[in-house]
């Protein structure tokens, strides 16, 4: 495949030009203000230039940096891991649910362990959905249960088995100190005990999840941002399609 | 100020039912105390510490009244029996207790013990009074900001290093710092002890921790020259604890709402009720501001959908708050900034939204909260929202102003993010500081008519509550679309019906009239 080099763009194809800010914790001198510029350098900036530099008290100050990435990448070698399906939209969805499953699809959501944020869960789950975007609970051909913040592992993998779900959908928010790394897990190993991984579609969900942190933790898809309803509906259609050949 | 042109007499009607609904919620739970109001009237009569386990005694004490059966009649007066018995302080009488040596049980003389206990419960009431005390003569010798007032949120999960954080949050003008909780705290059903220094997403809310953030706050308040107000969650399963011990401690702000347990946390209904009226009480008594909790309404529904059940819930949170004897500008009612900025004119309808709640509650200390819901990653837009929601926030002339972090939907903010924020409030406040008094709402306009139709919205799910009960509109789900149960939820083990002869000395010390 033929190269395709690419670096930041300022003004000036190949200018290499970004901006980044920072704070670092000292009070504002010249010695800092040298330090940011310095820093940036290392950071492979070429002619760095502290555009702003500002005192925030308490011994922090704040720098805006303007400088030159020396770097290219060539985009042409670069495999990204996604989830590989044909986003449908809601019609597409239940019509092709009805056709294959012949029966409603059940998908329980949840925010496991101690993250409180439903916002995520709630985005794809919730009638009114998000942006336009209508949620799983408005698709006929889907019993969608969302059982909201802070469900157990346990009771969330109790509540699969009595529903019979086809989907677990899993949303974490909260990633100090990657808690929700070990959330994940635990789920997964918890459905492994249970002999019910091989039985649902485990996805999951969140601003810092990518797919393929999704599958190494043992999840068969991951979602970040900017994804809807119809996203996750569509891989999971998909994935039962996959495993259950007619 | 100029005015929207609101039916006054629509208002009134609004408020009788909200009035009615909260009076009625109140008799239903008066036969009623829980296992954390007894816990926290044993820490308001000094009982502290934790046993070998870090189990708090206040717990093992309730936990050995339930066992005695004895926590129906109330733990004051049997701990102040004891008390009287053995010539031992409460404290005391609790470590005995934890230790296995001594087996609680009813004392004859139950005036004298009575008068006793008021006496012990005197001694707390006269502590938190001389708190309040406190707080107004450094407020009157540092002084304070005008409103809004600048709220931030400090979270690393460390005490020590919030300290830090909250510091220079208040050198970059912050007013108010509010502590977060670690993430799972609202269920824990115990208060845990101590400063903590690991936490997730938060940091725990002990007695410790507010001791030391509130002494950190005094000393960077008198350096910049303004009172800087803590805050904490007085939620959750613990509202009452929390709520004791941050009036001992001198907080000035709690989070404090009547529903949100119930909708947000699936806590029992009937314990939440009991428990916020006993919470509140003392966060009365204390002199702490209330923030309720109406913006997450609007982060599980749409802001304009369910804008009238944003007022709706906020008339009955007054009423529950005036049952408990919080006064009006003690009400830091909440709101929020939600709208889809994709919304065509939704700038003004979050103008109706913010000026209508300043005209139903002129006196509140409203609690006016920035976008999180459309909040993207793109934190060039995010800052223009924030600005957007400063704008608002000043022209309707709120109180209590939560700052938005552009990075509000990245991470938990960076130093930076919280100095931009402020620079970006500022900003905004200076430079349209008086811009309220020089702009009239068109007569007719699209913003005066979208205010009427939400409170005439208001006015309508208020009568419909009223029909059926506040407890099956919660299970009919007309709050952020989630529906509770009366019977469902975590907590309702720690319902207790009280006997005839129950007894607690605080609410004849706390609350004119007793509760």
């Known amino acids: 495949m033929a190269e395709n080099l690419v670096r930041p763009y300022g003004d000036t194809l190949n200018d290499g030009r970004v901006q980044l800010s920072f704070t670092l914790p000292v009070a504002l001198d010249d010695a800092a203000k040298e330090g940011a510029r310095q820093l940036a350098m290392m950071m492979g900036l070429a002619e760095p230039a502290v555009v702003h530099a500002e005192d925030m008290g308490q011994d922090f100050s704040f720098f805006i940096v303007y400088g030159q990435c020396q770097h290219q990448v060539d985009l042409s070698g670069i495999k990204v891991s996604r989830p590989e399906f044909e986003t449908l939209d809601k019609d597409g969805i239940n019509r092709l649910i009805a056709e294959k499953m012949r029966r409603r699809m059940v998908v329980i959501g949840a925010c496991i362990e101690t993250d409180a944020h439903t916002v995520g869960i709630d985005a794809i789950m919730n009638m009114k959905g998000y942006n336009g975007h209508k949620g799983l609970e408005s698709y006929h051909e889907m019993r969608a249960i969302n059982l909201g913040a802070q469900v157990d592992s346990e009771d969330l993998v109790a509540t699969a088995i009595e529903e019979k779900a086809d989907v677990i959908l899993v949303s974490q928010i909260v990633t100090q100190k990657n808690i929700h790394l070990d959330n994940l897990t635990r789920l997964a190993d918890l459905l492994e005990a249970e002999g019910l991984r091989d039985r649902v579609i485990l996805i999951v969900g969140g601003p810092r999840i990518s797919h393929e942190l999704a599958k190494e933790l043992g999840y068969d898809a991951g979602f970040g941002t900017r994804t809807y309803a119809e996203d996750v509906a569509s891989f999971a259609i998909h994935e039962w399609i996959k495993r259950n050949p007619a | ?515």
């Open chain 2, 1 to 515: 100020m100029t005015l929207l042109h609101l039916d006054q007499a629509q208002i009134d009607r609004a408020r009788d039912s909200a009035r009615r609904i909260a009076r009625s919620v109140f008799e239903q739970m008066k036969p009623f105390t829980t296992t954390t109001v007894e816990r926290a009237t044993l820490r308001l009569l000094g009982i502290d510490g934790v046993d070998e386990n870090m189990v708090p005694l206040p717990n093992r004490l309730v936990s050995h009244l339930q066992e005695q059966d004895l926590l129906q009649h109330g733990a004051a007066a049997i701990v102040v029996g004891a008390m009287i018995e053995s010539g031992c302080t409460a404290q005391q009488v609790a470590g005995a207790v934890a230790a296995g040596k001594l087996t609680m049980r009813r004392h004859k003389g139950e005036e004298a013990i009575r008068a006793a206990t008021e006496a012990e419960a005197r001694k707390m009431c006269e502590h938190i009074a001389r708190q309040r005390t406190r707080r107004d003569s450094e407020i009157r010798s540092v002084g304070e900001s005008r409103t809004p007032w600048l709220y931030l949120i400090v979270a690393t999960g460390n005490i020590h290093e919030d300290v830090i954080q909250a510091r220079a949050a208040a050198e970059q003008g912050a007013d108010i710092i509010a502590v977060i909780r670690s993430t799972g705290q609202s269920l824990l059903d115990y208060v845990p002890y101590g400063a903590t220094t690991e936490g997730f997403g938060g940091t725990y809310a002990t007695q410790e921790n507010f001791r030391l953030m509130r002494a950190a706050l005094d000393e960077a308040g008198a350096r910049v020259g303004r009172y800087i107000r803590l805050t904490n969650y007085c939620s959750g399963l613990c509202m009452p604890e929390i709520a004791a011990i941050g009036a001992i401690e001198r907080l000035d702000m709690m989070l404090n709402d009547s529903m949100y347990g119930i909708i947000f946390r699936d806590i029992n209904m009937q314990r939440t009720f009991i428990d916020q009226f006993f919470s509140r009480m003392v966060n009365a008594y204390a002199g702490i501001i209330i923030n309720t909790g109406e913006d997450n309404y609007l982060t599980t529904a749409d802001a304009c959908e369910a804008a009238h059940t944003v007022l709706a819930s906020q008339l009955i949170n007054e009423q529950f708050a005036y049952l408990s004897g919080l006064k009006p500008e003690q009400m830091g009612l909440g709101h929020a900034f939600e709208i889809n900025p994709e919304t065509e004119n939704g700038f003004l309808w979050e103008i109706a939204h913010a000026q209508l709640v300043r005209q139903v509650f002129p006196e509140a200390s409203l609690k006016y909260m920035p976008p999180t819901k459309h909040m993207t990653g793109n934190i060039f837009r995010g800052h223009i929202q924030d600005a957007l929601f400063n704008v608002v926030s000043t022209l309707t002339q709120q109180d209590i102003h939560l700052l938005g972090m552009m990075t509000e939907a990245i991470h938990t903010p960076f130093i930076q993010d919280r100095f931009l924020a402020v620079q970006n409030a500022k900003y905004v406040f200076n430079t349209m500081r008086d811009l309220h008094a020089e702009v009239e709402f068109r007569r007719g306009g699209q913003i005066e008519r979208r205010a009427q139709s939400v409170l005439g919205e208001t006015e309508q799910i208020l009568a419909d509550i009223e029909r059926m009960g506040l407890p099956q509109a919660i299970s009919q789900g007309l709050f952020a679309e989630i529906s509770r149960k009366p019977d469902g939820g975590k907590g309702l083990d720690g319902v207790i019906a009280k006997s005839g002869d129950y007894f607690n000395p605080f609410p004849n010390l706390m609350l004119e009239g007793g509760l």
